[in-house]
């Protein structure tokens, strides 16, 4: 199904030496494109960026799920897919659902595989179309800014992330690189160097315009979603526009979508194959706690994030 990668490579290779480089995760180098860091290589490379901006076309009835790696996009995927298609398998159906058979990101793909893709899949004959994506807000393509499309933002508290993300590199890395150490990871993070970062930019570009425009944009934290995952998987339907009818709630329907996504169910299903040649299913189920940091992070480390994080989101009303 993936084509045109040289095409595209190619067509962006003027404009991705004119950026700013720097040495990236796993010892590649990263690119500093629209104030965000990205990989020159992969299907989520800066120049698939580019291209989108070029080419991606939105439905004003499609629902983006935007996320920095490792803030629980593969749980929201799979939310966002039950909520959607919960009448197509409820009662005697829900043996065929395809989250007892398929990773998350089956149901959901990125745009950012939309670049490479040649032939039509299930998103393309469905409405509401849902897609994620990790690019900023300011290098959204304009398309989904003028359809004033609806967009569904997951942040995680970054330490959490930086200890996900850390582990998530190690586990699906090409195995001609080296490991990488949590001093490395560390260092770089909060240095604003990860894939889609600086962390704290993406997050703040995307509660900016929920605050603006809360209609079009519903910005959720993990921590929310864990504490409190009934009621956030409410609030998650009626802002897609498939809100649970009293009769659903009488059912008991709200809880049966939030245990087939829950953390024990979707590692159970995803515990053997690969999703890539790289990616094993299981390197997106590690711990699914909040807080598990305290366990891999120094004082140091820790002190020094919250300083950032302190000074970053001073003023905004974000907490984890
Ligand atoms: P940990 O590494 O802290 O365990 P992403 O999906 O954005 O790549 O994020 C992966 C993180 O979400 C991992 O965090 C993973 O364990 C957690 N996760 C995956 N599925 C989950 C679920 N159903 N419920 C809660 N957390 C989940």
């Not at 990989?39 to 070029?54: C, E, I, K, N, W």
């Not at 930086?162 to 909060?190: G, I, P």
Request: glycine content about 4%; charged content about 25%.
């Amino acid at each position: 199904v993936w084509a045109n990668v040289e095409l595209v490579f190619d067509r962006y290779k003027d404009k991705l030496a004119t950026l700013t480089k720097a040495k990236g995760w796993l010892s590649k180098d990263a690119y500093m494109y629209q104030g965000f860091w990205h990989q020159p290589m992969g299907r989520f490379s800066v120049q698939t960026t580019m291209a989108l901006q070029d080419t991606f076309k939105a439905h004003p009835t499609d629902i983006y799920l935007v996320t920095l790696p490792k803030s629980g996009t593969t749980w929201l995927k799979a939310l966002m897919f039950a909520l959607v298609n919960r009448n197509q398998y409820k009662n005697n159906n829900l043996s065929t659902h395809p989250l007892l058979v398929s990773n998350p990101h089956i149901c959901i793909p990125y745009i950012e595989f939309e670049v490479y893709k040649t032939t039509p899949t299930y998103v393309d004959t469905h409405v509401p179309r849902l897609f994620a994506t990790h690019i900023a807000y300011t290098s959204l393509p304009q398309s989904i800014i003028d359809s004033r499309c609806r967009l569904i933002y997951l942040c995680r508290n970054p330490k959490d992330v930086l200890v996900s993300w850390f582990h998530f590199v190690n586990k699906a890395r090409d195995k001609s690189c080296d490991l990488t150490t949590l001093e490395e990871t560390f260092e770089l993070f909060s240095k604003g160097i990860m894939f889609s970062g600086p962390y704290w930019d993406h997050v703040k570009g995307y509660h900016k315009v929920s605050l603006n425009n809360p209609e079009n944009v519903l910005f959720l934290t993990y921590e929310d979603l864990t504490r409190d995952t009934v009621n956030n998987v409410k609030r998650l339907a009626k802002f897609m526009d498939c809100p649970f009818t009293e009769e659903e709630e009488a059912k008991g329907v709200v809880q049966e979508i939030v245990q087939l996504c829950s953390f024990e169910n979707l590692s159970k299903v995803n515990k053997h194959g690969n999703l890539s040649k790289r990616v094993p299913n299981e390197s997106f189920f590690r711990e699914g706690k909040v807080g598990g940091w305290v366990n891999h992070l120094t004082d140091e480390m820790s002190r020094i994030l919250d300083e950032i994080t302190e000074e970053k989101f001073y003023g905004l009303n974000i907490s984890f």
